[in-house]
């Protein structure tokens, strides 16, 4: 029970904070509690079949298998995967990062799994297709054509900039999990 | 419509690991829910988060921040808008788009949607949860930066 408070404790807090708005500005903290609640329905909906998917890559998948694909020596390959793992996917950022911890935890080259979250965050095919019909073909188009060199290259700096200890501790920390 | 492909695309595969082996597809399931489970704390901290903030940062509030100022300033405005807030997509574009008509320029707007989607302060402590402190600010800082050169771009395709 205690656990439960302490892993909790910042939600608790905002929860608290949310309610003092609601006390003081009434119509902001029925605003905020609805957002709220919608974006708790919308993760639910989303949630279940990316992490059951996760679930099945973490059981299936062999770690030799997941070094062959996007490993430190799977070159050019790796990259389209991480690509096309990232734009296929539907569902908010944060949902990544779990199965990114899993694509660490089965070996997958550090920037490799950048540029998975780079094309989670950027380029999701539905994503694409809504901002093309509201934002028009060319603004799409010009982003999308862009986006590509600029995730791969934020990837490649960030694990450029990261020395040999930083990058064996993050890996470390995702086999835990 | 493609939640609706992501469950298919699921259920399909979690229907053939049972047929081919029950014990794993029920690990796989564990794994799942604790992996759910493990990150739950921080969602529903940053459900909370997003709710309080766009019920403040409403889209009126948005627009008059970053529909009035123009140039550097405005797109300086933008990208800060665009770091911190977490809003998705389908809600961002026709926002970003009702924005466009009410004169908000082209550059800003870019800068907006390019922060919005690869920068996230909000999601920054899941995020080091994942690949430590170093990697995550650098992930983000760079992301930023890069925001400005899309919004160039945007500038000049679209003039």
């Known amino acids: ?177 | 419509m493609f939640t609706f492909l992501m469950y298919i695309v699921a259920f399909s595969f979690l229907v053939l690991s049972f047929i081919k082996d029950k014990k794993k597809t029920f690990l796989a399931l564990k794994k799942a829910w604790n992996s759910f489970e493990n990150i739950l704390p921080q969602l529903l901290s940053i459900l909370v988060i997003i709710g309080i903030m766009l019920a403040i940062l409403r889209p009126e509030v948005i627009s008059s921040l970053i529909g009035e100022k123009s140039g550097w300033l405005g797109m300086l405005m933008a990208s800060l808008i665009g770091s911190i807030t977490l809003i998705p997509g389908f809600v961002a574009f026709p926002l970003a788009s009702a924005l466009l008509k009410s004169g908000a320029g082209f550059m800003q707007i870019a800068v907006f949607i390019s922060t919005l989607m690869m920068v996230g302060i909000v999601t920054i402590p899941l995020e080091i949860k994942y690949f430590g402190k170093k990697a995550a600010i650098l992930r983000n800082s760079l992301a930023f930066v890069f925001s400005f050169i899309v919004a160039i771009a945007i500038g000049v395709a679209l003039r």
């Not at chain 1, 062959?68 to 990062?97: D, N, R, T």
């Open chain 1, 1 to 177: 029970m205690k656990m439960l408070l302490k892993r909790y404790k910042y939600f608790l807090v905002l929860l608290v904070i949310n309610i003092v708005v609601y006390d003081l500005y009434p119509s902001v903290g029925q605003k905020s509690i609805d957002i709220t609640w919608s974006n708790a329905v919308e993760m639910l909906s989303v949630i279940p079949p990316i992490f059951i998917l996760l679930g099945l890559l973490d059981v299936w998948v062999q770690r030799e298998i997941m070094i062959k694909l996007m490993g430190e020596k799977s070159g050019i390959l790796g990259v389209l995967i991480a690509f096309f793992l990232g734009s296929a996917a539907a569902g908010p950022l944060y949902a990544a990062f779990p199965i990114a911890g899993v694509l660490l935890q089965k070996g997958s080259k550090f920037s490799n799994v950048l540029i998975f979250i780079g094309a989670w965050s950027t380029t999701k095919i539905p994503m694409l297709l809504f901002e093309a019909s509201s934002m028009g073909w060319k603004f799409m188009v010009t982003r999308f054509v862009i986006d590509i060199p600029g995730i791969m290259l934020i990837a490649y700096i960030t694990e450029k900039l990261l020395n040999e200890r930083e990058k064996q501790y993050i890996y470390e920390q995702a086999s835990f999990k």
